[in-house]
């Protein structure tokens, strides 16, 4: 063998040798050099290169945190394969690039991460070298594969830990020419099935691409973990899928514009309690355009099948601020300084360009469950077949309607149509109709209120409301039919219901309110139910208080006159003008079925004695000398001084000198008795089966001090025995 074939062969093996061992020594030299070839200390089992196929396998590598002690990543497997041939047409190419087993801890604590050295190392600025003449490339890479990968993320501020669990995906293929116009497509299905697609084309020259982004039937659970970082929830469900079209220039990329559509099924999330709250069969989004650099947000529609939800509401807040965090409180606004209406609105006009639109909002067999305890009992009503829709709705509309319906704890119906300015929501007018609706679904309110329950009853609303520059005009329409209700005085009003409907009941026993409510709502001390229920309670408390107001239209009559009947302290007997009064109270006792009418008698007894005294003065008078006293009160003055043989004159001196006590006492009784008598007589010959009852009041009333003889006229409603033995 000559010299020179046994050189080649020593150096043909050295090369070998060389090579076979290269890839431990490159190891070796890593390991001990990480921290100045990539920030940390790094740690790998084996490296293998394949010189034949240029394929390199790594194993078991892994990378430290600060501390050399802790783990900040690592992998299982790394093989990457490549076509190192291809570099002669100024492409750089990649057959393979497999990774398994990755794993990646990332910490965050006080705004900082366990990763802020690794950046900071690599942002160290480098010797710069001219770049100038440098040779564009193409690049090929194929088989991309990401297999089983774990993400923590430790969030100590806190105490949570994220955790994606086994994450792969597989990209066949990412071409790229930095001088021709260049497709970038890749696929990966998602670990609980469905998958993610993306086709993305860009010219490297002017920096315009376009990009297609589908995600077919992702899975919401995974995401439960960053929801519940925002919200008090157990679960989150739902599998989404999406068609996002994104047209740009990667230059300014953050002008691109976003269109494509959106879509939710089987939403669910359910609270702390495992109750659900929020659900959808379905939510259809369509974006029409979604443009971030100026502000504009436009979505063709809107549409939601089969929502739920469940809202529960205490006397300070409701189960959707308790679950969301939302806290009611605000910021005092800082003293000497208002900010009014018209100061705010200008504000959002002249500052904010924003533009958002919904072309078309719909909402299909919704399903709403209200509770409360806000009277301290359990509140409960289910709301079902709510439908929404709306034609349009953007903010600069100057006027938007929408329309509503549903069905009532599965009887009454509701309609409404809502009007307003989306730039000034204190400009707006709601209808609203209500028919069917059982009043006994809200006897708890009604107890709580009133002070009474209601039993039975068809009640039907109609209100039309007109806000402007926050001040409320709302004409409401009350019908109530076959209305009943019981006793109980706990309520917050203890308003007397029974006997004010009783009242307010037509002949065919149907009560109709109408009820009008004003209001600044910009007032803070203005609330609408409050202003509501005060209304109805001063139309209750007048009903109850002064039911003659109601009652005197039955017959046509001035209220005013059907208080009281007046007399004179000698009269037995009533007037004409006051026997059509009586006969009037007949009429409205007729019209009433069940009305309790009372005539109780009240007098001031001195007064009266002082009248009779003076006038049976006058007839002694009148008998001696025939005149009338009244019209000759100087002969009548000097007539009882006469009499009483006295200079001046005293009326009860007199009337204790010629006039027994005992005789004018009696006179009082019995002017007083027939007047009764006379009053009951004419009345039960007029109608045999009246229950108008007449008496006298106790002489101990207070009303009776310095009263006319008269009888006060009140109404009640009589008791269920009277009433049946008609």
């Given at each position: ?18 090579l ?8 070796g030299y ?7 070839l990539?920030g940390?200390?790094?740690?790998i089992?084996k ?5 034949f ?5 790594v ?13 900040f ?6 093989i990457i394969?490549l076509?190192?041939?291809?570099l ?5 190419a990649?057959e ?10 990332t910490v ?7 990763f ?11 010797d ?10 193409k ?18 501020d ?19 020419d ?9 696929k ?6 469905g998958?993610?697609?993306s086709?993305?084309?860009?010219d ?19 995401f ?13 469900r739902?599998?989404?899928?999406s068609?996002?079209k994104?047209v ?7 002008k691109s ?6 879509d ?6 359910t609270?702390?309690q495992?109750?659900e ?8 989004c369509s974006?029409?355009k979604?443009?971030?650099?100026n ?13 739920y939800?469940?809202f529960?509401?205490d006397?300070i807040t409701n ?6 965090k ?15 209406e018209?100061d ?5 006009n002249?500052?904010s ?10 909402i ?5 469950d209200?509770s409360?305890?806000?009277t ?7 709301l ?5 829709d709306?034609d349009?709705?953007?903010?600069n ?8 319906d ?11 149509k809502?009007?307003f ?5 204190n400009n ?9 609706f059982?009043l006994?679904d ?15 009853g068809d009640?039907?609303y ?13 004409e409401?329409?009350?019908?109530v039919?076959?209305v ?10 203890s308003?007397?219901?029974?006997f004010?409907l009783f ?10 309110l109408e009820?009008p409510?004003r ?12 202003i ?7 139309k209750?408390?007048g ?14 009559v ?8 007046v007399?004179?302290y000698?009269?037995t007997?009533?007037?004409e003008?006051?026997f ?10 007729s019209?009433?079925?069940g ?5 109780e008698?009240y007098?001031?007894?001195?007064l ?5 005294a003076?006038d049976?003065l006058g007839n ?12 000759d009160?100087?002969?009548f ?5 006469e ?7 005293d ?6 000198q ?9 006179l ?17 010959t007029?109608n045999?089966?009246?229950h ?8 101990k009333e207070?009303?009776n ?14 008791n269920?025995?009277?009433t049946n033995?008609?």
């Amino acid at each position: 063998m000559s010299r020179r074939k046994k050189i080649l062969i020593i150096l043909f093996l050295t090369i070998v040798v060389l090579l076979f061992f290269l890839p431990t020594i490159i190891k070796g030299y890593i390991i001990k050099n990480s921290k100045e070839l990539v920030g940390r200390q790094v740690a790998i089992e084996k490296l293998k290169y394949n010189y034949f196929t240029s394929t390199i396998k790594v194993y078991d590598f892994q990378m430290f945190e600060q501390n050399d002690k802790d783990i900040f990543t690592s992998f299982d497997t790394l093989i990457i394969n490549l076509e190192p041939y291809k570099l002669i047409s100024n492409t750089k190419a990649l057959e393979q690039f497999y990774l398994q087993g990755l794993m990646v801890r990332t910490v965050m604590k006080d705004s900082t991460f366990n990763f802020d050295d690794l950046i900071a190392y690599h942002n160290t600025p480098k010797d710069s070298v001219s770049t100038e003449n440098e040779e564009t490339f193409k690049y090929m890479l194929s088989n991309l594969e990401l297999k089983d990968a774990n993400f923590f993320f430790d969030n100590q501020d806190i105490n949570h830990i994220t955790h994606i669990e086994d994450f792969s995906f597989f990209i066949p293929f990412i071409g790229w020419d930095q001088e021709e116009k260049s497709n970038a497509d890749l696929k990966f299905n998602f670990k609980n099935g469905g998958y993610l697609e993306s086709k993305l084309n860009i010219d490297p020259v002017s920096g315009d691409y376009d990009s297609d982004i589908t995600i077919n039937n992702l899975n919401l659970e995974p995401f439960y973990e960053y929801a519940a970082q925002y919200a008090e929830i157990n679960t989150l469900r739902g599998n989404l899928n999406s068609k996002i079209k994104i047209v740009g220039n990667t230059n300014e990329a953050v002008k691109s514009i976003v269109s494509g559509h959106v879509d939710v099924h089987h939403f669910s999330m359910t609270d702390n309690q495992d109750k659900e709250f929020l659900k959808a069969n379905r939510v259809d989004c369509s974006l029409k355009k979604i443009d971030y650099t100026n502000s504009s947000y436009e979505l063709d529609s809107l549409n939601v099948y089969q929502p739920y939800v469940y809202f529960e509401m205490d006397s300070i807040t409701n189960n959707f601020f308790q679950i969301f965090k939302i806290d009611q409180t605000e910021e005092p606004t800082p003293q000497g300084y208002q900010i009014t209406e018209a100061d705010s609105t200008s504000t959002i006009n002249e500052d904010s360009n924003l533009y958002y639109a919904i072309n078309n909002i719909n909402i299909e067999e919704g399903v709403m469950d209200y509770s409360d305890n806000l009277t301290g009992e359990r509140f409960d009503y289910h709301l079902s077949k709510i439908k929404m829709d709306s034609d349009g709705f953007s903010s600069n509309a100057e006027w938007v309607n929408m329309y509503s319906d549903m069905l009532l704890n599965e009887r009454g119906t509701l309609n409404a149509k809502l009007g307003f300015n989306p730039l000034d929501y204190n400009n707006l007018k709601l209808d609203l109709v209500i028919e069917n609706f059982l009043l006994s679904d809200i006897n708890i309110y009604s107890q709580y209120y009133t002070g009474h329950s209601i039993l039975v009853g068809d009640f039907y609303y109609y209100s039309s409301s007109v806000i402007t520059n926050g001040n409320i005009e709302s004409e409401n329409n009350l019908l109530v039919k076959n209305v009943e209700v019981k006793n109980n005085k706990n309520g917050l009003f203890s308003l007397p219901l029974k006997f004010a409907l009783f009242i307010l009941k037509d002949k065919n026993g149907d009560v109709n309110l109408e009820i009008p409510v004003r209001g600044n709502l910009n007032d803070p001390e203005i609330s609408i139910g409050k202003i509501v229920w005060t209304t109805f309670k001063r139309k209750i408390t007048g009903a109850a208080t002064n039911p003659v107001n109601s009652l005197a239209m039955l017959v046509d009559v001035d209220p005013k006159d059907y208080q009281e009947l007046v007399f004179n302290y000698r009269d037995t007997i009533p007037s004409e003008e006051q026997f059509l009064k009586l006969d009037k109270l007949l009429e409205i006792e007729s019209k009433k079925e069940g009305l309790k009418i009372e005539l109780e008698h009240y007098v001031d007894k001195d007064l009266q004695k002082e009248a009779i005294a003076l006038d049976q003065l006058g007839n002694m008078f009148y008998q001696e000398t025939q005149k009338d006293y009244i019209k000759d009160e100087k002969d009548f003055a000097k007539y009882l001084k006469e009499k009483t043989q006295t200079d001046s004159l005293d009326i009860k001196k007199a009337v204790k000198q010629l006039l027994a006590p005992s005789t004018i006492d009696s006179l009082s009784i019995i002017i007083n008795k027939k007047l009764l008598e006379n009053t009951s007589n004419y009345l039960q010959t007029k109608n045999p089966e009246t229950h108008i009852s007449v008496f006298q009041s106790d002489g101990k009333e207070p009303d009776n001090k310095g009263s006319q003889s008269k009888f006060k006229i009140k109404f009640d409603m009589l008791n269920e025995e009277m009433t049946n033995e008609n």
